[in-house]
């Protein structure tokens, strides 16, 4: 998840170490016209998800292959009343949650050390899977390392946690596929695949037609491994800031951009995201030396893990 922060001064005692400090919860008075973003934002997001919905409902009960021109159809039904419309929405609503346990996580964290930030926006999208995700925008500083890695590693445990009883439940929806492979088909990431093993032992990835339910849980999974890849201002960019400093933060941020570069050979969209993370490496400084302790590193560990869990060289594969 990008984030903005501003700069600020920091405090500094005699001998030039930073002075703890607290920044006071300080009151945003949103007006009615930001909280009609926020509104609109999430209907808007609501309805693009629901039409994809209905493509992959109408996909998984019919046995059709998902396709563009379904996708355009399920559109044209969303207006009409048809009743996949509300088959649809097993797909947005438990996606929208995930994406809302995210952001929320971070929301209530950054309130918890006292850092202003806004509430989630969500982004709708009218081309595959009905959004680009959601965001929030920290509006203060941040001085410690402490409250950096907390903020940072928040959002994904929230999502992750949100995601986990609706891939579990997607996977034991889902059947084995009696057609062909789509002209869009979604890559498997490593969870996905150890409840797949259990669920239908002995068939590929390919072999199974995945519930929309499991695939709001795998769009989930996409936005974890997007978000902890430590580079820039990510949240695994926080955490690796937070972890080991700005020096190692840049270095790695570089080493991981350009192992996307190289993924982009088999998957060129990887390109476009190692250049916009390339601009956007950079991390606001925190002047804080306090060092994290074993609780915190544990939690780091945990985050890695959930990154392979989460990763997959191909997510989405269009024919």
Not at 96 to 115: N, P
Not at 179 to 191: E, N, R
Not at 259 to 277: Q, S, T
Request: net charge positive; glycine share 10%.
């Amino acid at each position: 998840m990008p984030e903005k922060g501003s700069t600020g001064r920091i405090i500094h005692s005699i001998n030039s170490e930073p002075l703890p400090f607290a920044e006071p919860v300080l009151r945003i008075r949103t007006s009615v016209a930001v909280w009609f973003i926020h509104i609109g934002l999430f209907f808007l997001t609501l309805i693009t998800t629901t039409a994809f919905g209905n493509a992959l409902a109408a996909s998984f009960a019919e046995g059709r292959s998902l396709d563009e021109d379904l996708y355009v159809t399920s559109i044209l039904q969303l207006f009409h009343g048809n009743i996949l419309v509300w088959k649809g929405l097993v797909y947005s609503v438990p996606l929208l949650l995930i994406l809302l346990a995210h952001e929320m996580g971070h929301y209530v964290t950054c309130r918890r050390f006292r850092v202003r930030a806004t509430l989630p926006f969500f982004g709708p999208s009218p081309t595959l899977l009905g959004t680009v995700g959601a965001v929030i925008w920290i509006r203060s500083p941040i001085y410690s390392r402490k409250s950096l890695f907390d903020i940072g590693v928040a959002g994904p445990i929230a999502g992750f946690a949100m995601l986990i009883p609706f891939l579990i439940a997607g996977v034991m929806l889902s059947h084995v596929s009696g057609h062909g492979q789509s002209a869009i088909s979604f890559g498997t990431p490593l969870l996905l695949r150890v409840f797949e093993m259990a669920r239908f032992p002995g068939i590929s990835a390919q072999g199974i037609a995945l519930h929309p339910l499991a695939i709001a849980a795998w769009a989930g999974l996409l936005a974890t491994a997007m978000n902890l890849l430590p580079i820039g201002q990510l949240d695994g960019g926080h955490i690796l800031y937070a972890l080991f400093g700005p020096k190692t933060h840049g270095l790695v941020s570089l080493i991981a951009i350009a192992g996307l570069a190289l993924l982009g050979i088999i998957y060129k969209p990887w390109w476009i995201w190692a250049a916009l993370m390339f601009i956007f490496r950079r991390h606001q400084l925190v002047y804080d030396r306090t060092p994290l302790g074993r609780g915190r590193m544990a939690i780091a560990c945990g985050a890695a893990v959930m990154l392979i869990l989460s990763f997959c060289v191909v997510p989405v594969d269009v024919r």
